[in-house]
């Protein structure tokens, strides 16, 4: 026996070798007591995962503000992993929520699950490798691609561009994803005349709250299709999209103009944007603001925000910032490209003739499309969308409004003046202009004023870390002057606290939303960070 120990002993060191690796593929046990113990016996179990990197990811977004823990993070391999997550939560005898997150760019919690599960939606598009984004054509629709909802659109318009073809509603930022900014609206300086990107989209694939898989469009299952478009990820998860897309343009005319007269400013911009025809040549492709206030870090002409304008020019535009304490800035495109350069000269002088910008500080670049669309480049190598001093922990209170026309004036004293300036606290960039309720579907979940023209103003604050509180504290006081003043401001991006305010923000609409939850997502598990059914 002795001596056949090192032989049976070899065999052992054997075997042990190769079913190692096959022990190691058992799922780790989650640790949690939040889910039901039998998700275990579930074949979705071993894509669930609860380690601290998982974990950490699914309870930070970028607001840096908020933070929920949840139990578990789903890594789906495909859209049935997602649909088993949701039939066993919503046929459990304990119901846990779940939460769909893209890129986790909300700013208050939006896309966690406190004790539930994080559904990472990008591992999923990771793992079918470019395969979900697909270019087609049909006679009724003509162009068209069917996108994955966990795709970035910068992805989107890398893909639609080897076609030669590109969507025709942005976002400023690119590093989004498609299920996110569709669960919003999805706005940006094409949104006057295309609409926002919700209404883009020809028809979608959703998981609803009940684990079915249902394909709906304006034409079929259309209660789902209206109620998921601005939803906020209340009625289910959208795993695929077909979003509209037009020829491509080559290039892009880009033009600033300064104005120090508010009225001017505004009536300028709802000028240019009531020549909004989709087919319209004469119309500009492209129309957002800005506003360059004085305040403390605006002093230096190596801020970012003057990072547009030609160096020799900076110290002219500080000059007048200084002297009026707020710039209104007119930002417009044209596309082109080589048939059209002569005539998109010719349409963008017709349009501004007749502007009453400041003599003299109108600013002109021509750059590619793709370099347009994808101007603030992606996050990590751009410093503007971090910490104003580019050090330490950053958070982003951001307040983000929908302001009808008939009270901007208002807005811009009492908000602008009388606020925001005077308490010279914000750092970030402030976003103003204008678009058309036309251009949107009220049967859609997204909110916004009742009126022909409404204009959209985004206090995109960076904050260090335990600075933001001073902020919200002005954002607070911002939405109580709107209230005291009688301005009937909606939240974009919403963030609310209580069930009074959300009825109070989706006015006529809150009992359509909340048939639609009952009928969709009955057992209100779905992404419960957003805390309209949920406390979270
Ligand atoms: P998440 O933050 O991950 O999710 C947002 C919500 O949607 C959550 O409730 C989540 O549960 C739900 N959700 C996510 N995926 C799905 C899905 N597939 N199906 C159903 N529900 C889902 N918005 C604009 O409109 N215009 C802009 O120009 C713009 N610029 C931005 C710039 C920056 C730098 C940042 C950080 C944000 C910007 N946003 C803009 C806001 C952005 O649209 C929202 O943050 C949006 O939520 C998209 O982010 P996301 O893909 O990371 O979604």
Redesign the pocket.
């Known amino acids: 026996m002795a001596e056949n120990f090192p032989i049976i002993a070899y065999f052992m060191v054997i075997i042990f070798i190769y079913i190692s690796p096959l022990m190691s593929k058992q799922p780790p046990k989650l640790e949690t007591n939040f889910l039901p113990p039998n998700l275990q016996n579930l074949s979705i179990a071993k894509t669930l995962r609860d380690d601290p990197d998982a974990i950490k990811l699914a309870s930070s ?2 607001g840096n503000i908020v933070q929920e823990i949840p139990a578990a993070v789903l890594y789906p391999s495909s859209k049935n992993d997602i649909a088993s997550l949701i039939k066993f939560a919503h046929s459990s005898s304990s119901p846990f929520n779940i ?9 208050r919690g ?4 406190r004790n539930g599960v ?2 990472n ?1 990008t591992s999923l598009e990771d793992r079918i490798n470019g395969s979900g984004i697909v270019v087609s054509r049909s006679p009724s629709l003509g162009f068209y691609a069917d996108v994955g ?2 795709q ?1 659109w910068g992805d989107v318009l890398h893909a639609t561009l080897e076609r030669g073809l590109s969507p025709v509603s ?4 690119l ?14 300086g094409e949104t006057f005349r295309f609409g ?2 919700i209404s883009n989209v020809f028809e979608m694939d ?1 998981i609803t709250g009940t684990g079915d898989f249902v394909s709906c469009s304006p034409e079929k299952n259309m209660n789902l299709f209206h109620a ?1 478009l601005g ?9 695929r999209a077909r979003i509209a897309l037009e020829p491509a343009p080559k290039r892009v005319k880009w033009v600033r103009m300064l104005y120090n007269d508010f009225t001017a400013f505004a009536r300028d911009q709802e000028h240019l944007i009531s020549i909004n025809g989709r087919k319209q040549n004469n119309a500009l492709d492209y129309l957002e603001g800005l506003l360059l206030m004085n305040q403390g870090s605006l002093g230096s002409p190596h801020d970012w925000r003057l990072s547009f304008f030609p160096s020799n020019d900076h110290s002219r535009i500080l000059s007048i910032i200084k002297k009026y304490g707020i710039i209104y800035c007119l930002e417009v495109a044209k596309y082109y490209d080589d048939h059209t350069l002569e005539s998109a000269d010719e349409e963008l002088q017709v349009l501004f003739k007749g502007l009453s910008f400041i003599t003299g500080f109108t600013f002109e670049k021509d750059v590619s499309y793709v370099d347009f669309v994808n101007r ?1 480049g992606k ?1 990590e190598d751009d410093s503007k ?1 971090t910490h104003p001093d580019g050090v330490g922990p950053t958070s ?1 209170p ?1 307040l ?1 409004l929908f302001v009808p026309k008939s009270q901007i004036s208002g807005f811009n004293s009492g908000v602008f003046k009388d606020i925001v300036l005077k308490r010279n606290i914000t750092t970030g960039l402030v ?1 103003f202009y204008p678009m058309n309720r036309n251009k949107w579907d009220d049967r859609m979940s997204a909110v916004i004023p009742d009126e022909d023209v409404f204009y959209t103003i ?1 206090f ?1 604050h960076s904050s260090g870390f335990d600075e933001w509180e001073a902020y919200d504290a002005q954002n607070k006081d911002i939405l109580q002057f709107c209230y005291n003043a009688g301005i009937e401001v909606k939240q ?2 919403p963030n609310y606290k209580t069930k009074e305010e959300w009825k109070n923000h989706f006015g006529m609409k809150w009992r359509t939303f909340q048939e639609r939850k009952a009928l969709f997502d009955p057992k209100m598990i ?2 419960p ?2 805390r309209i059914f949920n406390d979270n």
Do not use: C, E, K
Not at 170 to 173: F, L, M, N, V
């Open positions: 977004d970028y939460a769909a997150r893209g890129q986790g760019h909300s700013v939006q896309a966690m699950a994080v559904v939606m909802g966990g970035l942005w976002t400023d930022y590093y989004l994803t498609v299920g996110g900014t569709l669960s919003n609206a999805g706005i940006g926002p990107q959703v998921v939803g906020f990820g209340q009625f289910g998860i959208i795993t603030t996050m969308l982003h951001w983000n976003l985004g995109l974009y991006l779905l992404s960070g957003q």
